[in-house]
């Protein structure tokens, strides 16, 4: 067998595979489709019809929030003092991963205020980029709360 032929061969059975795969998808959203239409609404909308509930969870994720904003804050002004007695730091993979969990603010805030991790490309366009993200997700989510708990 020549290689074109192979890879003829090859081509052959992907197609198979990823028209398959798409036939799979197809019914899924299919049947996933009927089963939300299937839902009633008004059930499901009871989740939300405890106030106190409601206001617990509103502030709980105004708090872990808050809370991570200034966590990610203090690592970065941690880290840009061991930084500079050249002692152990705090790795990158920590900062990012604290402002990928809620704290993209104030590791801006951090980066800035302290001019620590602002050329690396990493945080200088990583940070903003989950800071963008992470207000659409946190709008959306405190204002479907608050619509709950407040009208």
Not at 10 to 23: D, K, N, V
Not at 94 to 107: N, T
Request: net charge positive.
């Amino acid at each position: 067998m020549e290689i074109s032929e192979v890879l003829q061969t090859l081509g052959h059975y992907c197609y198979i595979a990823f028209s398959g795969l798409w036939s799979g998808i197809k019914w899924l959203w299919a049947v996933l489709g009927e089963w939300l239409a299937s839902l009633p609404l008004p059930t499901a909308i009871k989740i939300f019809s405890n106030d106190f509930a409601n206001k617990c969870l509103f502030f709980g994720v105004i708090a872990f929030l808050l809370i991570m904003n200034i966590c990610a804050f203090c690592m970065f002004a941690r880290d840009k003092s061991l930084a500079k007695r050249r002692e152990r730091r705090i790795s990158e993979k920590k900062l990012m991963r604290v402002c990928f969990f809620g704290g993209a603010i104030g590791g801006i805030i951090g980066m800035n205020a302290f001019r620590h991790k602002t050329l690396k490309k990493k945080f200088s366009i990583g940070v903003p980029i989950l800071f963008v993200l992470q207000l659409i997700l946190d709008s959306f989510i405190l204002g479907f709360l608050g619509f709950w708990t407040f009208f």
